[in-house]
Every structure is written in C-alpha cells, then in structure tokens.
C-alpha cells in the first residue's frame, strides 16, 4: 500500500504552536487526503485528544512554553498512535517516552509522512 | 650590653676600675703580655661602660668608697636574667678589720667575686681574671641561645598569626584530619559552611559527619568517599560531591584532599572544600538557555521551510530543487545540534563529519560506502558549520552525479596535518561516474569553494577527474582550532595507524 492510500481519509490532530510550520503541514497533509484538525494551546489539544474521533497525530512536545505530556497520555490511552515533533534535542522525550517515533525539527516533509503511514499501518496490522 | 655576636671584644673585656698608678700599670702591663683585653675606667664611665659589655671588672679597696658600692650594686641588680659580671677585688689584709668592707663582702648582690689580698703574685691576678672570664663566656654564651630561642618563638608566633589570619578569612572551607580520619582541626568557612562548630567536630569521623548519605538517601560507607581515599592512597585527589547539612539539608561541593608528609610518611590530610550550589544552578541555567536557544533556532529553521514550501506551493519548480532547499535547511539546523550539545565551545571534527554525512550513509568505522578517518581535533564553533554545510554540498553532490549515484562507487573522507599549520581536509570519491567540469558553478561549488574558504581563512579546490570528484580544503589550525592541554589535537599521532579503508 502506498502512503497516499493509507492517509487518505484519516483523521489527524495537529498540535503545533508555530503557526507557520502548522500552515505548512496542514496543507501537506490536506495533501495527502487527511482531514486535519489544529490546536495550538495545551487546554484545547488535550480536549480534542480526548473526545474526538482522531486516527493518528502529530505533537508538538512544547506549547508555548508547556510540554505537552497531557496531550500524548490521553492519545495514549485511548490507543491512538502519536508521533513527537520537537525543536530540542528530544532527549526528555525520549527517556519518557521511549517507544515513541520523534521528528526533530525542521524535518522533511516526506518524513512525516512516511512517520504517519507507518502508525497507520502498524495500527491496522493489529487489527 | 653588646648586640648578639656585635662585640665579640667587648664581651672579654677587662675593666679596671680606678687602678691607682702603681698597682695599675703592673696589672696593665701583665695583662698585656698575656694577651687579655683590657680598659681603664673611671667611675664616671664605669655605667655605660658595662652597659656597653664587659667580660671582668678588676678594682682595688681603696676605690670602693660608698658611692662606688652603691653604683656597682645598682648595675649588678640591674643586669638581665643571664648576666652575674664577676668581680676581681683587689684587698689588703686591714680591709678584714674594717666595718665597710665586711659590708662589702655580705652583700646579698655582691657574690660572684674574688678577694685577692695583696701583696699577690701577678701570676695569681691573671689567673683569676682568666677564671672570671671563662665564666662570663659561658654567660654570654646562655645569653645568644636564649636570643635565638626568642627569635625562634617571635618567627614561630608570626606564622601562627598569619595562617590563621589567612585560614579564618579565607572563605575555603578547610579542614585536617588526622591518620584516622578524625578531624583536628576545621577553620571559620567551614563551620560556616558544615553548620557544625571545631568543638562538635573535634576528634569525629569527617565522613560520618558531613558525608554519610547518598543525596538518594542510601547511606555512604567511608570506603567509597574518594575524599578518604586520599590518606591511604597518599594522593592529591579532587573532585565534586555532595554533603549533608548539620540541619540536614544536602548541598554539593567541591573538594581537594591533599595528604600531608611528614619526614615521607603521611600524617593525615588537609581537606579543602567549597560550595559549588550557585555554580551548579549557573550551569543548570546556561544549559536550559542553550537549550531554549537551539528551540528557537529549530523553529525559525522549520518557518524558513514552511514558508519556502509554502511559497512556491503550485509554482512550477522542480521537486529536485525544492527537496534541496529543505536538505540544505536541515543539515544547517543538525550542524546547530552538535554545537549545542557542546554548549556552544566546539565541536569534534569527527563528530562534524559523521553528522552531516550520516544521512547519506557515513560509518565511522570505514566499512561503509562512505568513509569517515581522521584524528580528533576540535573545531571553533563557526568553522564547524562551514564545515558541516560544505559537506552536505559534496555529498548532496555525490548521491546526484557522482559516486554515491552508481553501485560500487565509494567516497574516502580523511584529514591530517601538513606542514606551514594547515589541517588538510581530502574528499576523494572512486569508482563514480566519469565528471566532468560543469559549465557553470552552482551553489555547493560556490559555497566550498568562495564561502567555505572565507570563512575559515584557508584554500578549498574542486577537482573533476576520471574516477570522480576530488575536493581538498585547507584550513589554518591556528584560527580554527580549539587548543587543548596536549596542544591542537589530542591523538593526532594514531592518525596513520587507523585503518584506511581498501581503495574501490
């Protein structure tokens, strides 16, 4: 299956505070055929990782200022896969959460989708 | 009296106190000739003339008229602890009979003196004189070593003043612990600085005192506290750690053991200690700005592209153009992470390389397709971008039209020092595709070859041949390079036994 066809439909949660870079992967993952929603506050990000219907997201691990550990917990318990985006080393993240895939910012596009996919597809896998 | 070893002259100087001519130019003339030292006085003398030194004062009954008893007694009471000035008083036998003089002889002050009644021989004279000398010689004799002694004591007084004028405004915590490691002594910073005072610390195990928990709270046995080890050891050793409050609150220090030697064999150990809670939080606080600056930068990097890719969004570009903008950006913002990691002082060349060759398959141990040798050196900050961004050029390069673009093709990265202080950086690329000179010089050219070049002050050269690209870079060690104790490079002499990897 290619990447196109594993987005295609999904929906995503965007947690990201830059609004530029947030612009950008909206469009990209518009792109991909994703329905994409936004937040850029801790308080609104949580709210939507808890009740909305999302199949996969992207985080930011710092909210103006905030970490977004609230955000990912409650992605994670209700087992929806998640992927970290940062702008620090990572290494918090990655002794917190160890198992989860991170993008160092900038990253490449591509690599984000691709980092997607692979939670999707990992995600059906188990189904 | 003389001033130490001064007057050695006077010290065995024989005064004779108002010799009457007869009597006197006989004993001046024996004397003479046997060598003695000798003077006339007068009374009027007779004080300063003591004062000044004396070795023996010979004098005849018929001058000792009450004033001169009395001055005699004066200055015989006056003399300091050491001194008994002997007397040689010249008697008759009527003298015997007379009250004054039985006076004379039971005066308490009176003692260290010899009767000679004449007629005498002078051979007698000069023997009690010589007598009375010898005993003065042994006084003066008391009298420079208790000096010396006095010298000793003031020079001693001193140096207990000054060190502990310096160990109790020294804001050094300092402490000496005896051979078991009790202490014995402990100065005002580090009552300040334990919470304890000398009496409470007097004769207690340091350790057990200051140092007996983990800031984990597990308890610190005595035999893993390098401070300790010091003793047995008979080491200087250093190093930080972390103490226990009197009021139980932890703060971390630095330390110095030094073992003290006395005559080679160690007595015990001085223990300096400081406390380094500001300059943790100082570090703690540095990091963190480190660390919020590289966010920033991480993020402006990340705007840059988004605004870039979102510009030219339904332009028609290449997607091989804009994937090496995004390329570019990124391995400007990966070249950040190195230096941050370093706090911004240097970064290792090796490191430099393998970060920004590492996505296009760079091994450090030389078995990959892209080979990394070369000794370490440590590069200033700014060349080490330079360095990082000109190899993301060649390499950028090399996966599109040369070695890294066909099977088989294999690139060799290395460096060395060459004579006049240039670090020569060598990219050889083999078994790539036949290159040739492009018409026209693009980005990653000018960038190695104009920006690379001035910015680290030195020469770098693009050549194309038969089995590929060939860049050398040149780069003065003086200016780039961050010296370290050993001097520019810590293990420049393994350089030429890493393994090469077999040319291919």
């Known amino acids: 299956m290619t990447h196109r066809t594993l987005l295609k439909g999904r929906n995503v949660l965007l947690v990201e505070d830059e609004m530029m870079v947030a612009m950008l992967l909206q469009c990209l993952l518009e792109d991909e055929g994703c329905n994409v929603i936004c937040a850029g506050f801790l308080e609104r990000a949580t709210l939507l990782a808890q009740e909305r219907a999302i199949d996969v997201a992207v985080v930011d691990v710092n909210l103006h200022g905030e970490h977004s550990y609230p955000v990912v917990d409650a992605l994670a318990a209700r087992g929806i896969p998640f992927v970290f985006s940062t702008g620090y080393g990572g290494v918090d993240i990655r002794t917190l959460y160890p198992d989860r895939p991170v993008l160092a910012k900038p990253y490449n596009p591509h690599d984000l989708i691709a980092a997607l996919s692979a939670l999707i597809a990992a995600a059906s896998g188990n189904d | ?504």
Not at chain 2, 148 to 154: G, I, N, P, S
Not at chain 2, 414 to 420: A, D, F, M, Q
């Open chain 2, 1 to 504: 009296m003389t001033d130490g070893r001064g007057n050695r002259l006077r010290d065995s100087l024989v005064l004779l106190l108002a010799l009457a001519p007869p009597d006197g130019r006989a004993i001046m003339r024996a004397m003479g000739h046997a060598g003695i030292p000798m003077q006339l006085c007068t009374v009027g003398d007779l004080s300063r003339e003591v004062r000044v030194g004396v070795g023996a004062i010979v004098l005849a009954e018929e001058s000792m008229s009450e004033a001169i008893v009395r001055q005699l007694v004066t200055l015989i009471e006056e003399q300091p602890i050491w001194s008994d000035i002997p007397l040689v008083i010249l008697t008759t036998a009527k003298c015997d009979a007379s009250e004054h003089w039985r006076r004379i002889r039971n005066a308490p002050s009176i003692r260290n003196a010899t009767f000679l009644e004449r007629p005498m021989r002078i051979a007698t004279l000069l023997q009690a004189v010589k007598v009375a000398l010898r005993g003065r010689a042994k006084q003066y004799h008391l009298r420079d070593q208790m000096r010396e002694r006095e010298q000793l004591l003031a020079l001693s007084e001193r140096n207990e003043q000054r060190l502990s004028a310096v160990l109790n405004n020294t804001r050094m915590a300092v402490f000496f612990v005896d051979d078991r490691q009790h202490c014995t002594f402990m100065n005002a910073a580090a009552e300040n600085l334990t919470g304890y005072s000398l009496v409470e610390m007097q004769e207690r195990s340091l350790h057990d005192t200051l140092h007996h928990t983990y800031r984990d709270g597990r308890p610190y046995p005595q035999h893993e506290c390098p401070i300790d080890r010091a003793f047995p050891e008979n080491n200087r050793t250093e190093g930080e750690e972390v103490f226990v409050h009197k009021d139980g609150h932890f703060y971390p220090v630095a330390f110095t053991a030094s073992p003290i030697r006395q005559e080679n064999v160690v007595v015990g150990t001085v223990i300096e200690v400081h406390d380094i809670t500001k300059r943790k939080a100082d570090t703690e606080r540095l990091h963190m700005l480190m660390n919020e600056l590289n966010h920033r930068v991480k993020n402006t990097l990340a705007t840059v592209q988004s605004i870039f890719v979102q510009t030219l969004r339904g332009e028609t570009i290449s997607d091989d153009a804009r994937e090496r903008v995004i390329s570019r950006v990124m391995a400007l913002s990966r070249s950040h992470d190195l230096l941050t990691e370093r706090s911004w002082v240097s970064a290792s060349l090796r490191e430099v390389a393998y970060r920004a060759l590492a996505p296009f398959g760079a091994t450090e141990d030389a078995t990959g397709r892209l080979s990394i040798t070369g000794a370490e050196f440590e590069l200033h900050p700014k060349p080490a971008l330079a360095i990082a961004m000109g190899l993301h050029e060649l390499a950028t390069n090399a996966v599109k039209y040369g070695a890294l673009n066909v099977e088989g093709g294999s690139i060799d990265l290395s460096w060395e020092l060459i004579p006049g202080d240039f670090l020569q950086l060598k990219w050889v690329e083999r078994g790539g595709p036949s290159v040739e000179e492009p018409a026209s010089i693009g980005f990653g050219r000018r960038l190695i070859e104009r920006g690379l070049a001035y910015e680290l002050g030195g020469e770098a050269r693009i050549s194309f041949h038969q089995d590929g690209v060939i860049c050398e870079i040149n780069i003065p060690t003086a200016t780039t390079l961050v010296a370290t104790k050993k001097g520019i490079s810590d293990d420049a002499s393994d350089f030429a036994e890493r393994p090469k990897r077999p040319s291919g």
